[in-house]
């Protein structure tokens, strides 16, 4: 190949973006011909002017990082706080589903308006609604949100917003001796309260973890105690499901599965 | 957490990495420092909330810079990156800059080490007085080392577009450094013979000079 040839090809070939048959072309042109290599040389001469003149011009300063970073923050904040605002929205939905629900006849007429109007997602959590206020269970309830609540925020570093929320510190349990793996989690009413539902995948099951503030909230004396090693747990079976709960240092844990009632326990127990 | 999924604080401190990068390139965007500061940031605001849409396993860098490209392009102009009349298919593929490779040393290298602050600010000012579409091709591929796909992806054109801008702001550079350094008097005229005329072909270079030897 002549310099004719060759020309077109020698800025493919310094920025390495020439196949590889043709790179051999270059390089045996290259052999014998000076004024190619001169153009070589040229080029990456001017690559390296290039990168030394710009570095100066990359160098964020002290005062610009500690800019950025409380812009970062603050663009953080406002996410956090649109996402809390759209829970708070969807949450006091529910709450007044809630307080129409008992008024039968107002409340089947509204039901029938929610479902020809609403979304088919409304007329599903109001027929949830309604079975959990008719039996007023709050086993029965952490069944039903076990078998509904989705995630909605899938980073656990988000968790410790949830805090204020449910009043005692959101954590999730690693549980990976169990080979738990953590997919997510959302807020949900749990007897008037709020709890945090942390979502689980352990073997193939679906597994719920609620957080909330056992002061409040009392799971205890509706279970059979047991214990693991010196930790007491409390556990049974609702609907197939089995529920376990176990309280620590004010912080309320329950778990909802469709595990068997001794792994639900070893579960609960570890939680200490 | 869904595998391979970065937390959205990990994924915060992996874009501040590439903090360099973007305002080595906004700076060659804006005319001063706190423009271009002012447009790393809103780019890094407008990365982090679209994190999701980040491809995992893509060139992070080269995502920003798109981004940041995009913001700019948004921001400053509204009509997009300006379609120079030198965009078109070249008319004479074989013309290049002749500034000899020893005068390039000479401006990389310059025996006097006073020098160098003024050479690295005349390489800044011919930088700046190319086409935006061409500097921008120039900077990412030379200095942000992406390759032409992901300079194609950033600036919205095919690659075939990339490589002639490279190629047109690679020649304007050099024959710019040249008079540049000329005016400056750090290169003499003998070290190089300057621009081609376009009717003359490369190959045609020693005939050139050994013209320009029997005429002086």
Known sequence: ?272 | MAPQRLSSRQFEEEVLQHLPSMLSVASRLMKNGSEAEDLVQDSVLKAIRARDKFETGTNLRAWLLKILTNTFINRYRRGGLERSVLDGPDADPLADGWVSASTMEALRDPESQALRPILEAEIGRALEELPTEFRLAVVLSDVEDLSYKEISDVMGCPVGTVMSRLHRGRRMLKSKLYEHARALGIVGPEAAVGELPSHESVVEIDQYRQKRGARS
């Open chain 1, 1 to 272: 190949m002549n310099c004719h040839g060759v020309i077109p090809l020698l800025e493919p070939f310094l920025d390495g973006e020439l196949q590889p048959e043709r790179v051999v072309e270059v390089e045996q042109h290259l052999e014998e011909c000076s004024r190619c290599n001169e153009r070589l040389r040229l080029g990456r001469a001017l690559r390296l002017s290039l990168r030394r003149a710009m570095a100066p011009s990359a160098e964020p300063s002290a005062a610009f990082r500690a800019r950025l970073a409380g812009a970062v923050e603050a663009s953080r904040q406002r996410e956090w706080e649109t996402r809390v605002l759209e829970r708070q929205v969807e949450r006091s939905r529910m709450l007044s589903w809630r307080t129409i629900l008992p008024v039968a006849a107002a409340a089947a007429m509204t039901l029938i308006w929610a479902a020809s109007v609403d979304k088919p997602d409304r007329s599903e959590r109001a027929a949830r609604l309604e079975n959990a206020s008719n039996v007023d269970d709050l086993l029965e309830e952490i069944v039903n949100h076990h078998l509904s609540s989705r995630p909605e925020v899938t980073s656990a570093s988000l968790l410790p917003s949830f805090d204020q929320e449910v009043g005692v510190p959101v954590r999730a349990p690693s549980l990976t001796q169990y080979g738990a793996r953590w997919e997510g989690a959302s807020l949900v009413p749990m007897h008037h309260q709020r709890a945090a539902s942390l979502r689980y995948k352990v073997a193939g099951h679906e597994m719920t973890i609620y957080v909330y503030d056992s002061s409040r909230v009392q799971l205890e004396n509706r279970l059979p105690r047991r214990l693991v090693g010196d930790s007491p747990v409390y556990v049974g079976t609702r609907r197939g499901f089995s529920i376990g709960a176990t309280e620590h240092r004010g912080v309320g844990y329950a778990l909802a599965s469709d595990l068997n009632d001794a792994e639900t326990a070893e579960l609960v127990a570890s939680l200490h």
